[in-house]
């Protein structure tokens, strides 16, 4: 029984050894993993056993009925020729361009089933595994480094006419041995947009709307829009967002693909105020912000201004103090370390915002309340106050008869208040002296 269109395929033996279109031979070694529709071997040249730790290569096999393995490789073999990839990088200069070496690829028979496989340099991990790892944070220079890389592949991939369709962490691989080195692989969903130099038109297909990686996937490919060069540079830019912010506002949407696409025709209608609305303290989200504006005044069939799109990450880059061809600090970051206090998505942004305003409304209450009271002893005190104040300006005048141009008078003063004092006692006892005759002239009376 033939297999079923894009089913998984069965293992082929360890050891296994298969010929390319080249009659070159390749042993295969352990299965390191698995994608939508494929298998991915370990592999080293020739028939002879070889340490699978320090292989090379890998072998990515399906059934030769499926589709994905077949598109990837005539994109190789149409678009990533060594000797065009390298011509690039001289033009550019460019050390480096992230598309994985193609090596061969063939035709094998096993177990009375036809398998398609293809050969390609072996990768390290995928930018997914570290990302998850990190606690979904990337630091702000490894993101603008990043974006400015896929960027690079991006521009040489559409001037040869293909569309790579499923920009993600998980297609983004580490050099083998070389962790400074990133790739942009998996191209089973690769697309030419514009054979024989004339661009697809603009049409939209609901049936086959929602295509491709629903967090990341274009709005024109969430309308059924063949994929162009503005879909690629939309994707990257939700990418980069996700990096830096570690959330996307429709993530809780996705099993709701309308209501994603609603989500994302509301960031690009009302850039750049809401990217950064969403992005942490600190993030670098401005120069995404940028990008993304830049993306959506493209028009369907436009040529992007690759250019301008690497300047503005290369100058975001450069006031990091960081270099693009600087290594890539992956070292894992808590949040405030990576760039401060993030309101992450849309629910988490209302809750806090509504936390924020009872605190407000709390505040401003007891503001109003303390006001009050002030302004009630401000309008007891007032008089007291002033009373106080005339109190302190009669004593100092008394004090100023003292000093100053009158102390020539303090000891007539002093001199005339001691006749003062001796005059009163005077009185006083001549009137007790009266008080006592009287007293005595009453006693005798009455005896």
């Not at 072996?122 to 595994?129: F, N, P, S």
């Not at 998505?345 to 007891?366: D, F, G, M, R, V």
Request: hydrophobic share 35%.
């Amino acid at each position: 029984m033939p297999p079923r269109k894009k089913a998984l395929p069965r293992p082929l033996p360890e050891g296994w050894i298969v010929t390319d279109a080249e009659k070159r031979q390749w042993r295969l070694g352990k299965m390191i993993g698995q994608g939508g529709f494929g298998l991915i071997y370990l592999a080293s040249p020739g028939t002879g056993k070889h340490d699978e730790d320090e292989a090379e290569f890998v072998i990515k096999v399906e059934y030769k009925e499926n589709g994905p393995l077949f598109s990837e490789l005539k994109f190789y073999q149409r678009a990533a020729k060594p000797a065009d990839i390298q011509k690039w990088m001289q033009v550019k200069r460019l050390r480096f361009l992230g598309i994985p070496k193609y090596c061969g690829h063939g035709i094998v028979e096993f177990d009375e089933l036809s398998y398609r496989f293809m050969v390609i340099e072996r990768l390290g991990k995928d930018l997914q595994h570290i990302f998850e790892k990190q606690g979904k944070m990337f630091k702000n220079q490894v993101v603008l480094n990043l974006g400015l890389k896929m960027l690079h592949v991006l521009e040489y991939i559409h001037e040869n006419e293909y569309i790579h369709g499923d920009i993600k962490a998980a297609n983004i691989l580490l050099g083998f041995k070389d962790s400074n080195k990133l790739y942009l692989a998996d191209y089973g969903l690769s697309y030419r947009y514009s054979p024989n130099q004339i661009h697809k038109k603009y049409e939209e297909r609901p049936k086959k709307g929602h295509n491709g990686t629903i967090e990341y996937t274009s709005i024109d490919a969430h309308k059924g829009v063949a994929p162009s060069r503005r879909s690629d540079l939309e994707i990257l830019g939700y990418c980069m967002l996700h990096w830096m912010c570690g959330k996307l506002p429709w993530e809780q949407y996705l099993n709701k693909p309308e209501l994603v696409l609603e989500a994302k025709t509301k960031l690009m209608e009302k850039l750049p105020e809401s990217v950064t609305q969403i992005s942490p303290h600190g993030a670098k989200c401005g120069e995404i912000a940028k990008i993304l504006s830049l993306v959506k005044k493209l028009g369907y069939d436009e040529r992007p201004n690759y250019h301008m799109l690497q300047k503005i990450l290369l100058d975001g880059l450069k006031e990091t103090q960081k270099d693009f061809n600087d290594f890539l600090d992956f070292s894992p970051v808590s949040e405030v370390e990576a760039h401060g206090y993030c309101l992450y998505n849309a629910k988490e942004n209302e809750n806090s915002l509504e936390k924020h305003k009872k605190y407000k409304k709390k505040n401003k209450t007891e503001e109003n309340h303390f006001n009050k009271i002030t302004q009630n002893l401000t309008k007891e005190l007032k008089p007291r106050t002033t009373q106080l104040l005339t109190k302190k300006k009669y004593a100092e005048d008394e004090c100023n008869k003292l000093t100053g141009s009158d102390r020539q008078y303090e000891d007539e003063y002093l001199i005339q208040q001691a006749n003062d004092d001796q005059i009163e006692f005077s009185w006083r006892k001549w009137c007790l002296l009266l008080v006592f005759l009287i007293i005595l002239i009453v006693i005798v009376t009455l005896y």
